[in-house]
């Protein structure tokens, strides 16, 4: 098979009328992206059901998140490399079904060994499916790279608060049979990738026929200095998603150990953490398009530091307003970070979307266990204060390299 890799320049909307075309493949990809993180958050969410029917301990629960996780994570990297030399345009469908047979399996399952199997498909489904959509939206983004991420991103933050609620709803009364209900929304979600399939096929044809273009949104840097850059980025995205981990996990335990709430006092502040959140992510890529993406990174990670370093010490009315300032801020640096990454290194946008798509979810994962241990044998005040020196790596962002700079000093050379 010849090994054909689809630079940025390649995957530019040649014409304005081709406009409505992308907006409604970026919709789409946005709109599988929130079905897939909604399966995904399932899995956590009924692991009560879980517990009980299989007279599971908490090291057997680890090892089922652990499972999922390390191939959610591990493999997207791996993924996006193959696909950016053999794009595979039917490979998000494919992914897709591979998560639906997880769901059937959880539904279904008798025994751990059958619980583990399906964590590590569902995993194995998301870990297809980051990736190549990622590419999808870049493809459908005309030109407009970061607000094409920060849409698409939102699709997940969506799905990922909505799921614990539709579990909830629907498999908590139901028991562990409920959970086939959500085969629905992976069907529908094949059914939507495989029209997306038949566009990107299509693409890939068209720039096929297409004389070779130069590269116009690549900075040429020295291999070097691209290393260090990718290290600063992934730096950044472990102090957003640690941070992150410690609202995402341990917030309502927080509010209900600090200022005694109730349980649905903490679950509203929460809830409107999570909007903050997808209010953020919404935002951060269209500024970084207009201003670049190095500003959106300096004031995403280190900008948050003052409000991070005051909420530990705060009362409850303005713990709920410097969340929402935290959440919103913080969120917006994902979609800068995972676009300059891909400028940094153009015609790998799979493997660079896989390895911080991966990452991110890793250090989620990772974040939450370690917060939880240290929590343990501190309290989760103290776990705030300690969370509250995080965005302070945000700083290594003066040494990123300014690609806009760079693009325009080769332009006028």
Known sequence: MTTQIITNAEVEAPHRRDEGTLFRVLT???????LNDMVQSLLPSIYPILKSSFS?????????????????SLLQPFIGHYTDRRPMPYSLPIGMTVTLTGLVLVAVAHNFILLLLAASLIGVGSAVFHPESSRVAHMASGGRHGMAQSFFQVGGNTG??????????????RGQGGVAWFSLAALLGIAVLVRVGVW?????????RRPPKHEEHAAALPRRQ??????????LIFSKYFYLA???SYYTFYLINRFHVSVQSSQIHLFVFLGAVAAGTLIGGPVGDRIGRKVVIWCSILGVLPFTLLLPYANLLWTGVLSVVIGFVIASAFSAILVYAQELVPGRVGMISGLFFGFAFGMGGIGAA????????????????VCAFLPAIGLLTGFLPNLERTRRREATA
């Open 28 to 34: 789409a990809v946005s709109f599988c992206h929130l």
């Open 226 to 235: 691209v290393i260090a850059a990718i290290f600063i980025l992934v730096a």
């Open 370 to 385: 370690v917060l939880g241990k240290l929590a343990d044998s501190t309290s989760i005040v103290f776990v705030y204060k």
């Open 160 to 173: 990922s608060a909505i799921g614990p609620l539709l579990a909830a709803l629907i498999v908590l009364p």
């Open 246 to 248: 410690s609202i995402t």
């Open 56 to 72: 599971l301990d908490f090291g057997q629960i680890g090892l089922i998140t652990l499972t999922n996780q390390i191939t959610a």
């Open 200 to 208: 990107y096929k299509g693409r890939l044809e068209h720039l096929q």
